[in-house]
């Protein structure tokens, strides 16, 4: 996908996750984030296209000494729903005011302003998923979005380290877990080695791993978010589930 469709499904999934909240309790807690209610998930979702929308208008070369940003944040939690569309909104005048193909400092493999599109487009999906399930629905992602965004989540893995410091402990002489798309193409390798761990390279697909996951590519993104169990009938595993939950276990997002 290109950076002009990651703007288009941000403002697409916003409107989903509003659609979801607006008429709902937001008392009601989210099973997916332990601890938290809907008026959490919704003021936590905002507050990211806010705060990506200030990286992005300030073109950061550099990682942000401060994560202080004027939220504009209702005084009642039952206005939160349309704070968000606000906050798209803000996010979209960012994206049309940015080069997104520019230079510019992100905490993931692309540097580029590019990334911070991306990885929003990313985090509001999973979230809308969130509340979604929350409510009792079941998400329905798009199957392009879905491989995009498995892509997205392996890539930057590597680097998430600062918040997400369990990764820190996806280590092994030199084992291999797969994840591999049941409806369409979509086949991706990750390598542990001693010293990390990260995609393997294209030529390297045809290696047997030694855990492979197979499912559909929406279930296969929440199961790399936490949001599905490995053990779920949408998956069939083959191979080490040891290993297989080892990586579970580290990878938290």
């Not at 659609?19 to 309790?25: G, I, L, T, Y």
């Not at 493999?109 to 998923?129: N, P, S």
């Not at 990750?190 to 995609?199: K, Q, S």
Request: proline letters at 6%.
């Amino acid at each position: 996908m290109k950076p002009a469709d990651h703007v288009a499904a941000v403002a697409a999934e916003t409107a989903r996750f509003v659609d979801a909240v607006k008429q709902a309790d937001l008392s009601t807690p989210v099973p997916s984030c332990p601890g938290w209610t809907l008026a959490d998930l919704t003021r936590h979702t905002g507050s990211v296209h806010r705060w990506f929308s200030v990286l992005l208008r300030q073109r950061v070369q550099q990682p942000p000494a401060s994560r202080e940003v004027d939220l504009n944040l209702p005084e009642q939690p039952g206005d939160y729903p349309d704070w968000l569309a606000r906050s798209a909104a803000e996010s979209a005048d960012a994206f049309a005011a940015t080069d997104l193909d520019g230079p510019m400092w992100a905490w993931g493999a692309d540097q580029h302003a590019r990334f911070w599109v991306r990885r929003m487009l990313f985090e509001t999906l999973v979230h809308r998923a969130d509340a979604e399930l929350a409510l009792g629905l079941s998400p329905r992602i798009d199957r392009a979005l879905a491989v995009d965004g498995i892509d997205e989540f392996l890539t930057n893995l590597p680097f998430a380290a600062v918040f997400a410091p369990r990764t820190a402990g996806l280590r092994a002489p030199d084992r291999s877990i797969r994840f591999s798309c049941t409806d369409g193409e979509g086949d991706w390798v990750v390598r542990l080695r001693p010293d990390g761990f990260g995609l393997a390279a294209a030529d390297a697909e045809a290696r047997t791993a030694d855990v492979t996951v197979q499912g559909a590519a929406a279930d296969l993104l929440l199961l790399l978010y936490g949001r599905l169990n490995r053990e779920d009938d949408a998956f069939q595993v083959l191979g080490d589930e040891e290993l297989l939950a080892h990586w579970v276990a580290d990878s938290a997002f």
